[in-house]
């Protein structure tokens, strides 16, 4: 089973639209981190939010926010009023302590957006 | 702070021959490195992760022997791809944590696209 699910392969919307990513996780871990991650064209990865799973406080970051339940094991990232510079591929990311001990990412399969002007 | 830089940014070569890739700290020391591999359209898969001064720990179906990890001090490791093959080409992405820093929070370089003719 996967770790980290991202079931939205790819999602277009037009621009000031409002736009969910859903991502479901799956852990035995009580002490875990949850990322998501931005992929624009270049490639690099740009470090969006970090969550640890005794803080389920939503969180909002400008045009964006975050709604995490345990309950539901789910992580969800929404866009408000998308634009243009937001179309890239976004990974929601699961942080447990491996059996090496130390903490590894396991990444979901991505979800492309594209929002059109 | 907290940037990690790779070199080369894309590099082209021939079949059968060996390729280096560098990743570098550059304003923290990384105690631990990983390299990760994105094949087109896919998410990131670890390969590999290295503590400073000791060998690589591959994940499984990685063959150690064809992806040789060095990561010989604190601000630098390299993966070498020995022999490569067309079915290498990729984009390999390094990341790095900071030694005392939070465990799980991983700094990411900027990727290196391999093309092997």
Redesign the interface.
């Known amino acids: 089973a996967q770790k980290v699910t991202q079931a939205q392969t790819e999602i277009s919307v037009v621009e000031k639209e409002d736009v969910t990513l859903d991502c479901v996780y799956e852990t035995r871990d009580t002490t875990y981190y949850l990322f998501w991650y931005k992929q624009p064209p270049s490639g690099e990865l740009v470090f969006l939010i970090r969550r640890n799973s005794f803080d389920e406080q939503n969180e909002i970051s400008g045009r964006y926010s975050w709604n995490f339940q345990k309950s539901t094991s789910s992580f969800n990232f929404t866009i408000t009023a998308s634009q243009v510079v937001d179309s890239a591929v976004y990974f929601c990311a699961l942080s447990e302590l491996s059996g090496a001990g130390s903490y590894q990412l396991t990444f979901g399969k991505g979800t492309k957006l594209s929002v059109i002007p | 702070g907290a940037v990690v830089s790779q070199h080369p940014s894309w590099v082209i070569c021939k079949s059968g021959t060996s390729v280096k890739i560098e990743c570098r700290s550059l304003d923290f020391q990384a105690t631990?490195m990983?390299w990760y591999r994105q094949f087109p359209k896919?998410?990131?898969?670890?390969m590999a992760?290295s503590n400073e001064g000791s060998k690589a720990?591959y994940e499984q179906g990685v063959e150690k022997d064809k992806f040789l990890i060095n990561h010989a001090s604190l601000t630098l490791s390299t993966l070498t791809v020995t022999s490569a093959h067309p079915e290498d080409s990729s984009?390999y992405?390094c990341?790095a944590r900071k030694g005392g820093g939070i465990?799980?929070?991983?700094f990411?370089?900027?990727?290196t696209?391999l093309t092997v003719l």
């Open positions: 631990t990983f896919q998410s990131l898969m670890l992760t720990t984009f992405i990341s465990p799980n929070e991983q990411f370089g900027p990727g696209r």
